[in-house]
């Protein structure tokens, strides 16, 4: 079984509409992470989180809210979906430590906001 | 100015060959380094941490310039299943370690 999953792995939604994209993970990683990916942009991150009582934005958190239920459940809402914020999504787990920790990645959710 | 950049490519290469990729950041900062591999329309993997003394794995080699504010990565012997983008990643000591992602280098390998 895969160590992080996302739900669903794709979604086509229509402007206005709220959406919830689901993370869970079984590495026992107190951190957790929320990234969009553009082409020609790279990853940008949208939420992190260190524990389950620590939420944090990150560079683009506008238009998104995050939940974090339990240390291995991190959820990304959409309140009111644009088309702008058709991406590919992913939710990235990543253990306390030095700085040479490395990020695990989910397979990835591939919304479009018609 | 991004704080993680890239030449985006595309490399198109044949298989054999020897490929090199740069990567420069902008924050002097910067406390560690990575190169990620992500294959099309797939989650990005960990390639190799990028130490100061440089670090090879197999036809890998990773170095950092710290004076330069650089990374390369150097293939060698380039096969077909290299085909893939890149990421250079960058955490730096903010916020309990901030991480860029630059927008990634593809590479094709062909025969």
């Known amino acids: 079984d895969a160590d992080v999953t996302q739900t669903p792995r794709n979604r086509i939604t229509k402007t206005g509409k709220r959406i919830m994209l689901e993370c869970s993970q079984t590495?026992?990683?107190?951190?957790m992470y929320w990234y969009r990916q553009d082409p020609g942009l790279g990853l940008r991150l949208i939420y992190y989180?260190?524990?389950?009582?620590?939420?944090n934005k990150g560079e683009i958190s506008d238009g998104y809210s995050v939940s974090r239920q339990a240390q291995a459940k991190f959820s990304l809402s959409l309140e009111s979906a644009i088309p702008n914020q058709t991406a590919l999504y992913f939710c990235?787990?990543?253990?306390?430590?030095?700085?040479?920790?490395?990020?695990?990645f989910g397979p990835g959710t591939r919304l479009t906001v018609l | 100015r991004k704080e993680v950049e890239q030449d985006p490519g595309p490399f198109n290469v044949p298989e054999g060959a020897t490929v090199a990729f740069n990567c420069t950041y902008s924050?002097?900062?910067?406390?560690?380094f990575f190169w990620y591999r992500q294959d099309c329309r797939k989650e990005p993997k960990l390639l190799m941490s990028?130490?100061?003394s440089g670090n090879e794995d197999g036809r890998f080699t990773a170095q950092l310039n710290r004076a330069s504010q650089y990374i390369s990565l150097l293939i060698r012997d380039s096969k077909l299943s290299d085909s893939a983008t890149y990421l250079c990643?960058?955490?730096?000591?903010?916020?309990?370690?901030?991480?860029?992602f630059g927008a990634g280098t593809r590479l094709f390998v062909k025969a």
């Open positions: 590495k026992g990683h107190d951190r």
């Open positions: 990235a787990t990543r253990a306390v430590g030095t700085g040479y920790n490395e990020q695990f």
């Open positions: 924050n002097s900062a910067s406390q560690s």
């Open positions: 989180s260190f524990d389950v009582k620590d939420i």
């Open positions: 990028v130490y100061s």
């Open positions: 990643v960058v955490n730096n000591p903010t916020g309990g370690f901030k991480t860029i």
